[in-house]
């Protein structure tokens, strides 16, 4: 396993949009979201170790804080051919098996990974109510251990937005495995 950091995207950079199927046979775009005040763009797999440590509090994340107008969103975008865990098909499975919260849509053509300059799994992206971007970090200080986390970077980052206020202090990457590529 390739251990990468995420890239610092500029902040206040566009979200970019996409039109993706979901793990609910729904197809997602920008505009599905519009409604919501804070969008947090999620690159992620189904095989990745890091992801599988993360993914219940990112769960967490959105049953508590949906309400509020927070919307997360899973984009795998992994190379199923040599990566077979990450099918289509086995999206719905993890979906189902982990009751995933918020879609999950795959990306097959990588397109949107490239217009995001997505780098890892998990790669995380939170943009306000105008989907500028207002914070590209890691979710908190204990990638593999819940129970040791002591800083929930990307709950602190919803809530401060969620608030009407400006995110400050350090945003330090996210990291994980690296998206693979075809």
Not at 16 to 21: C, E, G, K, W
Not at 136 to 157: F, H, M, P, Q, T
Not at 165 to 182: A, D, L, N, T, Y
């Amino acid at each position: 396993m390739a251990l990468l950091h995420s890239t610092l995207t500029p902040l206040g950079s566009a979200a970019r949009d996409f039109s993706l199927p979901g793990v609910d046979g729904k197809e997602y775009s920008l505009d599905c979201f519009k409604d919501q005040r804070v969008l947090v763009v999620i690159f992620m797999c189904n095989h990745c170790p890091y992801v599988k440590a993360v993914l219940p509090r990112l769960i967490d994340l959105q049953n508590q804080l949906g309400d509020q107008g927070a919307q997360l969103v899973g984009i795998n975008s992994n190379d199923t051919l040599r990566y077979p865990d990450d099918s289509f098909d086995n999206m719905k499975k993890i979906a189902q098996e982990k009751k995933i919260s918020f879609p999950y849509l795959f990306d097959a053509t990588q397109e949107t990974a490239k217009a995001y300059d997505a780098v890892c799994t998990p790669d995380i992206y939170l943009y306000g109510k105008e989907r500028t971007l207002l914070y590209r970090g890691r979710i908190d200080d204990n990638w593999e251990r819940s129970e040791k986390v002591s800083k929930r970077d990307l709950r602190e980052a919803i809530q401060t937005v969620l608030a009407g206020k400006e995110v400050s202090g350090e945003q330090i990457p996210s990291m994980g495995c690296s998206i693979k590529w075809k």
